[in-house]
């Protein structure tokens, strides 16, 4: 599609190969839009996200599944609550603290508000429950602090969960486009997914040349990413016990 002329797209029955590959359809795309400017936001944005959010989320997963203190199932069962709440419920409550604090427009508006997963806790606690607790009780004997059985023991043999998680956590954030198209405002902080959804809203169908060029360059990222690490989705899905 991203290869086609704009007369090619009105041909009735459609066909689904160009007559002709239209290369410069890219080349327009670049014109028209600030796209690698927005593809940089959106890679900073997502891996950075990630990264915070899988440390948050194994640390939590730790200590759910590992130390034992008063309170612990009931806070366990009130934090995996959280997944059975929409995400349009909390979007608004979302928004004005996010104002208060005076990040709108702003990548700690876009990164900060997305750090927290109730569903990333509850997989990696899955997977730190299926290893032996012999490891924990171990290496406290040896006088290993629990930071130290953390990460030194744990996050070690927990690759395949952190990997599929991060893949999973990654395409999300790479693709969102409500959030971002809330909170920023100015034309530097853009994500590549408000740029190409701008790009429908300035053309509407007349150049959906364009549109189809620039989703082929913005699925690129993501699609590389799954390709790295889908040998880990498996393996941390069935390690994880979490059953489709």
Same mark, same amino acid.
């Given at each position: 599609m991203s290869l086609k002329g704009l007369d090619e797209f009105y041909i009735f029955p459609p066909k689904?190969?160009?007559? /002709?590959?239209?290369?410069?359809?890219? /080349?327009? /795309?670049?014109?028209?839009?600030?796209?690698l400017r927005y593809l940089g936001n959106s890679l900073f944005v997502s891996t950075t996200t990630t990264v915070l959010q899988l440390v948050l989320a194994s640390s939590a997963a730790f200590a759910f599944a590992v130390l034992t203190f008063r309170g612990k199932a009931f806070l366990f069962a009130l934090f995996i609550s959280s997944m059975m709440v929409p995400g349009s419920v909390v979007l608004i409550p979302l928004f004005m603290i996010t104002q208060k604090l005076g990040m709108i427009d702003s990548y700690l508006g876009l990164i900060l508000p997305m750090l927290f997963s109730g569903y990333g806790v509850f997989m990696i606690r899955q997977f730190f429950l299926g290893l032996p607790r012999d490891f924990y009780e171990a290496a406290r004997l040896d006088g290993c602090s629990n930071l130290g059985v953390f990460v030194r023991i744990y996050l070690p043999l927990s690759v395949p969960a952190l990997a599929t998680l991060g893949t999973l956590a990654f395409i999300s954030f790479y693709n969102s486009l409500l959030w971002p198209l809330i909170v920023i405002n100015s034309e530097e902080l853009k994500t590549i997914p408000i740029g190409i959804a701008g790009l429908v809203g300035q053309y509407g169908f007349i150049t959906p040349h364009l549109v189809m060029a620039g989703a082929a360059i913005m699925v690129v990222p993501a699609l590389l990413v799954f390709l790295f690490f889908q040998r880990f989705l498996i393996n941390g899905f069935v390690m994880s016990g979490v059953k489709g």
């Open positions: 689904l190969l160009p007559a /002709v590959p239209q290369w410069s359809n890219f /080349v327009e /795309v670049f014109k028209q839009l600030s796209l």
